[in-house]
C-alpha cells in the first residue's frame, strides 16, 4: 500500500477561494475583514511567517495591517498597542508573532487581545471554549488539521486517535477536537512509557513535537491516517517533518508532506477565523 497524498497546498487554495467570496459578500454590506500582525523584535523566522500571513490576507482580499516594532519596545507599549487595536472597529483579528523578546511576558500579551479578535485561538476564553464546545476560535494548525481528515471524508466516531505532543497550541487544543468528533483520544509525550504500543493502535496519528522521525513505518498500524505537524531540518538542511515520511507512506491510507501539508492550512485557518470574526461583528 501506498499513502494517499493529502495535499494541503491544493486544500488551502479551495478554502482560500471561499474566504474571498465570504469576504466579497461582506464588503457589499461595507465591511472589509481586517486582521493587524504585530512583530517584535527581527526573528528571521517570524519575519517569514509574517511576510506569508500578511500576503494571504491580501490575496484573499482582506485588508491587512503590519506593525513591525524594535525588540526593546516595553511590555507596557506592546500592551497599549494591542488595547488600541482591542478599540479599532476597522480590525476584526489581531496576531502578535511569537516568540516575543524575553522581557515581554508573551502570555499576558495573549490575555490582553479581546476574545472576539482572537483569530490565533490562544487566549484562555478560546481554551475554554474549545474545552466546552461553546462557539470560539480554534487555532489554526489544529483546525487544519480538522479540515484535512474533512476533506478525505473521514468519520472519526468511533476511532482511536493518537496524538504525539501536548502544547497548548497544537497537541491539547488537536486533542479536543478530535473528541468533540467522537474519537476515543490518546495523549502521548515526553512521559510516555511505550509510544510504539500508543501509535501500533491508532487509525488517527497526528504527530506535533518537533523531533524528527518521532513516527516510523514499524509503529504505524496498516490503513492508518498520519497528520505530521513538525518542522525540522534533515542532514541536508532539506525542510521535513516529525514523521518518517518515505516509510510511513508504504504503510498509512494517507499521509500530509511537509512542506505542502498541514503549513499551508495553518494560515488558511487564519484567514477563516478572521473573516468569522469580521462576519460575528457584523451581526
Known sequence: MTAQIIDGNALSKQLRTEVATRAQALKAKG????????????????????????????DAGLHSVLEKYEASMTEA????????????????????????????????VIEAISPAKDVDGFHIASAGALMTGMPGFWP???????????????DLKGKHAVVIGRSNIVGKPMALMLLQKNATVTICHSGTKDLKAMTLQADVIVAAVGKRNVLTADMVKP?????????????EGKLCGDVDFEGVKQVASHITPVPGGVGPMTITMLLVNTLEAAERASK
Request: proline content about 6%; some cysteine.
Open 140 to 154: 489554526c494548525t489544529p483546525y487544519g488539521c480538522m479540515k484535512m481528515l474533512e476533506s478525505i471524508n473521514y
Open 31 to 58: 465591511i472589509t475583514p481586517g486582521l493587524a500582525v504585530v512583530l517584535v523584535g527581527d526573528n528571521q523566522a517570524s519575519q517569514v511567517y509574517v511576510r506569508n500571513k500578511v500576503k494571504a490576507c491580501e
Open 77 to 108: 507599549d506592546l500592551l497599549a498597542r494591542v488595547e488600541a487595536l482591542n478599540n479599532d472597529p476597522s480590525i476584526h483579528g489581531i496576531l502578535v508573532q511569537l516568540p516575543l523578546p524575553a522581557h515581554i511576558d508573551a502570555q499576558k
Open 223 to 235: 490503513g492508518a491516517v498520519v497528520l505530521d505537524v513538525g518542522m525540522n531540518r534533515n542532514d
